[in-house]
């Protein structure tokens, strides 16, 4: 299993520019997360989905964030536009809601992105 | 609110020196406590799932115990390829998201 795929690993930004973070979870999980991490703030759930579907989205910083899941083995978040202080290290996770898989998430290995 | 708080938030060991981490947290209903590891660069990895009082899990030098109002992950004897910052997470009754703490960055000297 490949497990989560995260693309880019890096990306650097200038301010105000549009920026596409990339997320293929595992196959065949149903719930797919996505996460910000910072020194200051820890790790960070911005949003969630179910079969395709947002459940929570109350962490998403404001209206320049957006997430998208158009099938279950594609998810986008998109910021528009950059700004300095969005820069982060941006976590998606994927999980199987089984019984008897526990419910834990399975991480990918991040996008970091630096706006200057 | 739900919380979370881990201590300390850094630990240096010397090689073979025993110690425990702590994850205690306040939450409306708990469904799971998870333990990950974190190495620089990389995603968390999850480690263990507890789930009730009392429970324990082990994976080779680290255990994980559960109580009401708390969570310990012991390492015994650890090794230089312990370090690691290790994240402690809870998952609330009823939703599927996880509130994480800020994690214990722990040093194991040679």
């Known amino acids: 299993d490949a497990g989560v795929i995260q693309s880019p690993r890096h990306e650097v930004t200038e301010m105000g520019q549009e920026v596409t973070l990339r997320c293929k979870p595992i196959?065949?999980?149903?719930?797919l997360f996505w996460y910000r991490q910072t020194m200051m703030r820890g790790l960070e759930l911005l949003i969630y989905f179910n079969n395709n579907v947002p459940i929570d989205d109350s962490g998403m910083p404001e209206d320049r964030f957006s997430a998208k899941m158009p099938n279950a083995s594609f998810s986008t978040l998109k910021i528009q536009p950059s700004e300095p202080r969005d820069s982060a290290v941006y976590f998606c996770?994927?999980?199987?809601?089984?019984?008897?898989?526990?419910?834990?998430?399975?991480f990918g290995p991040g996008t970091r992105l630096t706006v200057t | 609110e739900d919380q979370v708080t881990q201590s300390p938030e850094a630990l240096r060991l010397q090689e073979g020196e025993s110690s425990s981490l702590n994850c205690s947290y306040t939450v409306s209903g708990l469904r799971g406590l998870f333990w990950y590891r974190q190495d620089p660069g990389k995603g968390p990895e999850f480690l263990f799932t507890l789930y009730s009082a009392g429970e324990e899990k082990e994976k080779e030098r680290l255990k994980a115990t559960l109580t009401k109002k708390e969570s310990f992950l012991h390492i015994t004897a650890p090794k230089p390829e312990d370090s690691a910052t290790y994240l402690c997470?809870?998952?609330?009754?009823?939703?599927?998201?996880?509130?994480f703490g800020q994690g214990t960055r722990l040093t194991i000297n040679p």
């Open positions: 196959s065949g999980h149903d719930y």
């Open positions: 997470a809870v998952q609330i009754q009823g939703a599927q998201k996880l509130v």
């Open positions: 996770a994927s999980s199987l809601s089984h019984p008897r898989a526990h419910y834990e998430q399975y």
